[in-house]
């Protein structure tokens, strides 16, 4: 099986920088993906790294380290509308490549 | 183009009963994936269709099953519900060539709660 690790909750203020760490167990990894989701809401896509390095969308940036089975998401900018919360998400040759989501981590930004 | 929309957006049902969720795919994706999110949880995967047979499937009881239909539609039933089936059920549509890769694309839900 696999197993993921993230911060339950982080609060931030506006225009500050959040990095949400995400560690995981797997056998056989192919990628890991990040999503948004706001209460109530659709989870929407934010990025997918399957090799090492930086990935940047705009001012969401997400980070990879295969040999560490790490990575983060780095919301740079915050506005209020970043409050939701964000989910890492592993596909790996052991769960066929689906998506195996870590619990989530709730992000709070205060004016 | 069309997001993918599901089929009733709440629903209270009691225990034993059964119920159908419905899901209509975002157009040209021919991959769904059925979710079940319970409060403040991840998405933990159900199963995946493609083109009409299941392709993969995670840890739930046979009394979950699904369908896909030929305009890539889909279905999820579940028999004999349980109090532990209250939860926001979301499908997800994908290409399948992308759809190992991460990007899924989410409905809104189903909430469903069992009394």
């Known amino acids: 099986g696999q197993s993921l690790e993230q911060p339950s909750e982080v609060t931030a203020v506006e225009g500050a920088i959040v990095q949400i760490n995400c560690t995981y167990q797997?056998?056989?990894?192919?990628?890991l993906s990040w999503y948004q989701q706001h209460d109530g809401g659709a989870p929407t896509f934010l990025s997918y790294?399957?090799?090492?390095g930086l990935e940047e969308t705009g001012r969401f940036s997400s980070f990879l380290s295969r040999s560490d089975s790490y990575g983060y998401l780095l919301l740079q900018e915050l506005q209020m509308k970043d409050s939701a919360s964000y989910f890492c998400?592993?596909?790996?040759?052991?769960?066929?490549?689906?998506?195996?989501f870590g619990a989530g981590t709730t992000v709070t930004v205060r004016a | 183009e069309t997001g993918v929309t599901q089929s009733p957006t709440h629903l209270i049902k009691t225990r034993g009963q059964q119920v159908t969720l419905r899901c209509s795919s975002q157009?040209?994706?021919?991959?769904v994936s059925w979710y079940q999110q319970a409060l403040g949880q991840g998405p933990q995967f159900i199963f995946q269709?493609?083109?009409?047979?299941?392709?993969g499937r995670g840890n739930f009881p046979p009394r979950f099953s699904g369908l896909q239909f030929p305009n890539y539609s889909s279905e999820l039933n579940v028999n004999a519900l349980e109090l532990d089936d209250s939860a926001l059920y979301l499908c997800?549509?994908?290409?399948?060539?992308?759809?190992?890769?991460?990007?899924?694309?989410f409905g809104p839900g189903t909430r469903l709660t069992v009394l």
């Open positions: 797997t056998s056989g990894f192919y990628g």
């Open positions: 998400a592993v596909s790996a040759r052991s769960n066929d490549y689906k998506l195996s």
């Open positions: 269709y493609y083109r009409e047979e299941e392709n």
């Open positions: 157009s040209g994706h021919n991959t």
């Open positions: 997800a549509s994908s290409l399948a060539v992308t759809g190992g890769l991460g990007e899924q694309f």
């Open positions: 790294n399957a090799l090492d």
